[in-house]
């Protein structure tokens, strides 16, 4: 088969367009629009998909809540934790607990239970702990902070003078409540 002309002035056209510096240029923006969007729209997949992952988590008690927790809706694996590293005596009951660890309840945390009040934490391998039976407790000052991402602290003075501090999140307000109990707790048992 032989080519016309007209056939010679379309692939002449073809051959025009594909080395245009227009073309190259529409082409390069389309590719890079095209691969910025899907690099984009990967990226926030992976964000979505970590924060479910972080949520059922929490959920099943897997890591820490970010919050402070009511003694009866502490996951198994937070009380499993605070029995096996020694931190709860045989029938103590977990009035409240916040724990300050990312990834694992062995990292810090703060509670009181219907016996004493007690602030954990880790450094390196070593487990550190003070406590006070409410007895030996002569005050509780809370210092709150309202600020986003910040802690309340609340420190207990012991009679001997000597004084811990407990770190509670502020998120939802629970840091009030926790201390309210604290008090009423320390009150009635002191």
Excluded: H
Aim: proline residues 2%.
């Amino acid at each position: 088969m032989l080519a016309t002309d007209e056939d010679e002035a379309d692939w002449a056209q073809v051959e025009d367009d594909v080395r245009s510096p227009a073309y190259v240029r529409r082409a390069f923006r389309k590719g890079v629009l095209v691969g910025c969007g899907t690099g984009l729209l990967g990226i926030v997949a992976l964000v979505l998909i970590a924060l479910v992952a972080l949520g059922v988590m929490i959920e099943t008690g897997l890591v820490p809540d970010s919050m402070a927790v009511r003694g009866e809706d502490l996951p198994a694996s937070a009380l499993t934790f605070l029995a096996e590293a020694g931190l709860l005596e045989e029938q103590e009951q977990v009035l409240y607990y916040y724990c300050d660890g990312l990834v694992s309840f062995g990292e810090g945390g703060n509670l009181f239970t219907d016996r004493r009040v007690i602030s954990y934490w880790e450094e390196g391998e070593e487990l550190f702990v003070e406590q006070a039976t409410y007895s030996e407790i002569s005050a509780i000052e809370p210092i709150y902070d309202d600020s986003l991402f910040a802690n309340s602290q609340v420190w207990v003075e012991r009679a001997s003078g000597e004084a811990f501090q407990l770190i509670v999140s502020n998120e939802d307000d629970l840091d009030e409540e926790f201390v309210e109990l604290l008090i009423e707790t320390w009150t009635a048992k002191r």
